[in-house]
């Protein structure tokens, strides 16, 4: 939003009372999954799982003179869930079972199409928690099983979240069309990852220590 948006989409979103957000989001929803034959790796700040590399860098794949804005978007938006469904399948992987997932925070309030393309992705339905302040709630439900049962709280966190927890009404089901077109974008993406990110070609790592020699010589 603040590097890359053009001065037409703010100006518009001005005109038309939306955050630049919002107008981006209202834009990539129209685009169906594969249309903007982009594929993206979202390590903007290196990769903290699976790969556990700070000094790894984004990459966007398949841009063209007709490439616009939204679909920069959108890909970005998609990148990051193929980087938890990389996570998912480290889990199943290692018999760690993942069936559905929860969203916390503010983002299924602020972004649904990203939600959805989180179930799209994953292939599975994604719930909301009740609470928009998972992190804070969490540890409010550690601190009434720290205090125990005899304080007036709660033996075990699965008690405490029996108790506690809740999740809102709303629910994101994967659409089967999408995620069939995200399947063969993931098998894109997880090459990528691998290529970029295991080895096989440590360019980013070579042009962030050149960035830094440039940069100290300056």
Known sequence: ????????????????????????????????????????????????????????????????????????????IEATAYGTRVIIEAFQDNDVPVHEIVASGGLPDRNKLLIQIYADVTGRPLNVAGTKQGGAFGSAMHSAVAAGKDAGGYATIQEATQAMAWLRDERYEPNPAATAVYNELFAEYRQLHDYFGRGGNDVMKRLKALRAHVLLEE
């Open 1 to 76: 939003m603040e590097n890359c948006a053009p001065a037409s989409y703010a100006a518009e979103a001005e005109r038309r009372g939306l955050s630049l957000h919002d107008l981006f989001e209202e834009k990539a929803s129209a685009l169906k999954p594969g249309e903007s034959g982009l594929v993206a790796l979202d390590w903007w700040n290196g990769n903290r799982s699976v790969l556990v590399d700070v000094d790894l860098t984004g990459v966007l794949v398949g841009m063209t003179l007709a490439t616009k804005p939204e679909e920069i978007y959108r890909a970005l």
